[in-house]
């Protein structure tokens, strides 16, 4: 069996170089492996690092995109994470297995190698993520029951609801048997494994996608929050424009396919 890398790549010069020794780590549970990332121009030494693993590793293709294609920061991941998931696509037939990692400190940190080797040989999954030290921190690409939309989009997220579901997913994952999986809508945690045949009929988008997430969700995670939805310009990101591209991604391939997305309470990257 074959896996496929992908990533996205801006300013991450510092890590690269532990990130593609863990990548190589990852590769050998596979027959072989490809390494897909898609390169946004950077003020650091980025290009000039994949240029020179290029040389070394001739399994690392990029693509280096030198345009401004958006001037929201989600809407521009979600480009460059379709990219990769296009070759997927194309290659479907040679990849059975896909990994979205980020490329930079979060996984650049020595792998425990047995976690995701034992969660290969398990069918109660198509797309896994991870737990991570000190505690998971991804609660922007996280939906999970009650907390099924993005925590922006309601009344004092940024003040409030970050820290109670950042809490509530911490709490779960440490409450659950080591060898169970959590269920859950989105989540990534900067890594995350997918089984491909359910995630050919799925994109990355950075809008916000509230049309498919049914009604009655919304309305759980409203009156969990004690809010209704607002669509506030926080500097950083845009409530009226923009979502974490993940949960779009993720829920499209729960509803239309039926993947499972879990979560596992093991730490990968220790």
């Not at 690392?60 to 994470?81: C, D, M």
């Not at 506030?232 to 993940?246: I, K, T, V």
């Amino acid at each position: 069996m074959n896996c496929c890398i992908c990533g996205t790549v801006r300013n991450c010069g510092p890590y690269l170089n532990k990130v593609f020794e863990n990548i190589e780590k990852i590769g050998s549970l596979f027959d072989d492996y490809k390494i897909v990332l898609y390169y946004d121009e950077s003020s650091d030494d980025t290009l000039n690092i994949l240029k020179d693993y290029q040389n070394k590793n001739p399994r690392l293709i990029f693509y280096e995109n030198k345009t401004l294609v958006s001037r929201f920061r989600t809407h521009r991941l979600a480009v460059g994470r379709n990219y990769c998931l296009d070759y997927v696509r194309q290659n479907r037939y040679i990849f059975p297995y896909f990994i979205m990692m980020d490329m930079d400190d979060v996984n650049c940190k020595d792998i425990n190698l047995n976690v995701l080797k034992a969660a290969l040989i398990r069918y109660d999954w198509d797309g896994l993520s991870f737990n991570t030290n000190p505690k998971y921190y991804d609660v922007w690409a996280l939906s999970i029951k009650p907390y099924y939309f993005s925590y922006i989009h309601f009344q004092h997220s940024h003040i409030y609801n970050h820290h109670v579901i950042e809490n509530y997913i911490d709490n779960m994952l440490k409450s659950i048997p080591k060898h169970q999986l959590l269920k859950c809508l989105s989540s990534f945690n900067g890594f995350a494994i997918y089984r491909t045949p359910k995630f050919l009929n799925t994109y990355y988008d950075g809008r916000v996608r509230i049309d498919i997430i049914p009604k009655e969700f919304i309305k759980i995670h409203s009156k969990t929050a004690k809010s209704k939805l607002i669509y506030q310009d926080y500097g950083n990101a845009h409530g009226r424009y923009e979502d974490c591209e993940h949960r779009a991604f993720h829920a499209q391939a729960v509803f239309k396919s039926g993947a499972r997305i879990r979560i596992s309470p093991l730490v990968l990257f220790k």
